[in-house]
Structure formats: C-alpha cells, structure tokens
C-alpha cells in the first residue's frame, strides 16, 4: 500500500504562482510513477505531469508544459508540482496518484494510490 497526502493548494491571483507537495508513505520503495491530475467541476480528471520516481523522466502535458514543472526528493518522498504563470483554467482539484509498475501514465486508470486532492483556484 502507499498512502498519498497533497498540501499546497490555495487561492491565488492570474499570473500567480504554486507549489503543491505530495507526501508518499508505505511502500514507496516500490514505486515506479508519480504524476499529477487534475479534475475542474463537471470536467474528466485530466493528465497534468508524472514522474518515474527512480530515474529522471518527466511528462508534461502540453497545455501546461511552458508553465508547470514536476520534480521530486526522495530522500523525503515528495512530488513536486511548481505551477507558474496561472490561468483562471487552471482552476481544479488537483490529485497526486502513484502506481507500482507499467508503462503507461496518462490515464487515471493507470494509477492504483491517489492523494485526496487540494483545490487551486485561480482568480481573474
């Protein structure tokens, strides 16, 4: 089992920034991808950024990939997400998930262990 805490969310002003931290616990030496999704109200969970915990590959979605950047320490077990230059649609509950194998990434179904989201809005 791994256990998923998000912190860091909050409101903030377009233009504005956010770092948002995910706390791993349990079987984190297991773990072979950390990404972050996001879900806006009335909207699927969308793929924003994931990790392979062990080596150094990162994965941006293009509709934020000039703006936001994922990155993590495993020495504390936590994923990153810096968000920078936020847009009103960047608006969401964002969720940390990890999974313990497989190739794929973008798809919340390719997660096992999610966080239990914190709220980012972004005011106009």
């Known amino acids: 089992q791994v256990q998923l805490v998000e912190f860091g969310g909050g409101l903030v002003q377009a233009g504005g920034s956010l770092r948002l931290s995910c706390a791993a616990s349990g079987r984190t030496l297991s773990i072979y991808t950390m990404a972050w999704f996001r879900q806006a109200p009335a909207k699927e969970r969308e793929f924003v950024a994931a990790?392979?915990?062990?080596?150094?590959?990162?994965f941006i979605a293009d509709s934020v990939k000039d703006r936001f950047t994922i990155s993590r320490d495993k020495a504390k077990n936590t994923l990153y997400l810096q968000m920078r230059s936020l847009r009103p649609e960047d608006t969401a509950v964002y969720y940390c998930a990890a999974n313990l194998n497989g190739y794929s990434f973008r798809f919340p179904t390719d997660y096992g262990y999610w966080g239990q989201g914190t709220q980012v809005t972004v005011s106009s």
């Open positions: 990790l392979r915990w062990s080596g150094s590959n990162t």
